[in-house]
C-alpha cells in the first residue's frame, strides 16, 4: 500500500452480553436513605467507634474506603469474644465477599457504632450483616449491608467445616435464638 491509499477498517467488536449477576440476598434494612431503618436482628456485637479526623478524604467526609476498616474493627473485637477466636493450626477464616451500602455520609466530629449480626449460618461459611448507624440514634443509618466469611483448611486453602465454637457463637446472634 502506498502512503496516499486509506487503511482498510476493522469492523468493530461485538461486545459478549454482559453475564447476568447471581441474585444476592438483601440486607434486612432499608431500600433508601430517606426511610427509616427495619429492625435489625439480634447483634452478635456493637462496637461504639469515634471518627477520626484522618479517616476524612477531602468532600470532608468518611471515605468509603474507611468503612471497610470499621467494619473488620468491630469483626475483630467479635472474633476474640469467640473460644479459640474460630482460628487454630489448621483452620482460620477469610473474607470471601464484602457487600456494603453507602446510605449516607458520616460527617466528621461524629461517633459510630458499628452492628454485626447473622444473615446466615453455613457448613463452611458464616454471612455476616453489619449496620454502622450513629451511635447516639440507631435510626441514622450510614451503611448496611454482608461480609461472607469462608473457614478454610491453612494446609490446602480449601474450605473447612465451621468451627463449633464459631457456630455456637452465631447460633446466639441468630434471630430467634
Known amino acids: 500500500m502506498s502512503e496516499d491509499t486509506p487503511k482498510p477498517r476493522r469492523a468493530p467488536r461485538k461486545r459478549k452480553p454482559a453475564a447476568k449477576q447471581p441474585e444476592t440476598r438483601a440486607a434486612p434494612t432499608t431500600s433508601a436513605p430517606a426511610e427509616a431503618p427495619a429492625a435489625a436482628p439480634t ?9 477520626r ?3 476524612l478524604d477531602a468532600f470532608n ?3 468509603n474506603s474507611k468503612y471497610l476498616s ?3 474493627e468491630a469483626r475483630l473485637r467479635w472474633m476474640l469474644s469467640v473460644p479459640g477466636q474460630g482460628l487454630d493450626e489448621h483452620v482460620a477464616p477469610v473474607v470471601a465477599a464484602a457487600h456494603l ?3 449516607r455520609p458520616i460527617e466528621w466530629p461524629a461517633e459510630i457504632a458499628i452492628e454485626l449480626f447473622v444473615e ?7 454471612t455476616i450483616g453489619h449496620r454502622i448507624v450513629d451511635a447516639a440514634d440507631a435510626e441514622v443509618l450510614y451503611c448496611d449491608g454482608h461480609v461472607v466469611m469462608v473457614w478454610i483448611d491453612r494446609g490446602t486453602g480449601r474450605a473447612a ?3 463449633e465454637a464459631v457456630r455456637q457463637a452465631c447460633s446466639r446472634g441468630e434471630p430467634g435464638n
Open 43 to 51: 447483634a452478635l456485637i456493637r462496637v461504639p467507634l469515634s471518627v
Open 53 to 55: 479526623w484522618r479517616d
Open 61 to 63: 467526609h468518611v471515605n
Open 70 to 72: 470499621y467494619l473488620e
Open 101 to 103: 451500602n453507602y446510605r
Open 120 to 126: 446466615r449460618l453455613g457448613a463452611t461459611s458464616v
Open 161 to 163: 467445616t465451621l468451627p
